[in-house]
T-cell receptor, first 115, second 118 residues
Framework: DAGVIQSPRHEVTEMGQEVTLRCKPI?????LFWYRQTMMRGLELLIY????????DSGMPEDRFSAKMPNASFSTLKIQPSEPRDSAVYFC?????????????FGNGTRLTVT | GESVGLHLPTLSVQEGDNSIINCAYS??????FIWYKQESGKGPQFIID?????DKRQGQRVTVLLNKTVKHLSLQIAATQPGDSAVYFC?????????????????FGQGTILTVHP
């Protein structure tokens, strides 16, 4: 089991640039989640998908943030334009929905620094 | 200006001792709870979960206790080892169906830093 795979592990970019974070969920998992972690706010849910369909994006901070899931094995989180306050660790997680005892499995995150 | 971050509770124990990490949750309608361990540079790792119709669940070296009356959750680690040093998060699911599409909207606690001294 390869686990949830995120790329890149680290991203450093300048304010105003577009940033794209990528995630490959665990094979067979049909729910995918994007979280953001900062020292100020802890772990926050941004958006989640079920069967590739966005279910709840109420955690997405602004219109500068967008997420897509074109197929069951790939999702992207895009920030355009990026700002310094977007600096955080972004986690992707997946699970198998429909099973009560199916916990979230997290990737190792993308550490984003916007200068 | 000076940034103010979360001040995480800390627990420092000696190797071999038992550790108890506590968590207060906020929503009496929460029906599913999970403990995660996060090591530096890694994502949260599932440890153990418990549903609201239970008050205790045991795993390997870990036990989770749930007290719904006071909305309190605890994680007990037996014979704590240096490799257990990490930040521990409790998370609550506020949906009514832990197996359905509402699950996953986990709300995480701020975390507790556990340090195990050899």
């Amino acid at each position: 089991d390869a686990g949830v795979i995120q790329s890149p592990r680290h991203e450093v970019t300048e304010m105003g640039q577009e940033v794209t974070l990528r995630c490959k969920p665990i094979s067979g998992h049909n729910s995918l989640f994007w979280y953001r972690q900062t020292m100020m706010r802890g772990l926050e849910l941004l958006i989640y998908f079920n069967n590739n369909v966005p279910i709840d994006d109420s955690g997405m901070p602004e219109d500068r943030f967008s997420a897509k899931m074109p197929n069951a094995s790939f999702s992207t989180l895009k920030i355009q334009p990026s700002e310094p306050r977007d600096s955080a660790v972004y986690f992707c997680a997946s699970r198998r929905s429909g099973q009560i005892n199916s916990p979230l499995h997290f990737g190792n995150g993308t550490r984003l620094t916007v200068t | 200006g000076e940034s103010v971050g979360l001040h995480l509770p800390t627990l420092s124990v000696q190797e071999g001792d038992n550790s108890i990490i506590n968590c207060a949750y906020s929503n009496s309608a929460s029906d599913y709870f999970i403990w995660y361990k996060q090591e530096s540079g890694k994502g949260p790792q599932f440890i153990i979960d418990i549903r609201s119709n239970m008050d205790k669940r045991q795993g390997q070296r870990v036990t989770v206790l749930l007290n719904k009356t006071v909305k309190h959750l605890s994680l007990q680690i037996a014979a704590t080892q240096p490799g257990d040093s990490a930040v521990y998060f409790c998370a609550e699911n506020r949906g009514s169906n832990a197996g359905g599409t509402s699950y996953g909207k986990l709300t995480f606690g701020q975390g507790t830093i556990l340090t195990v001294h050899p």
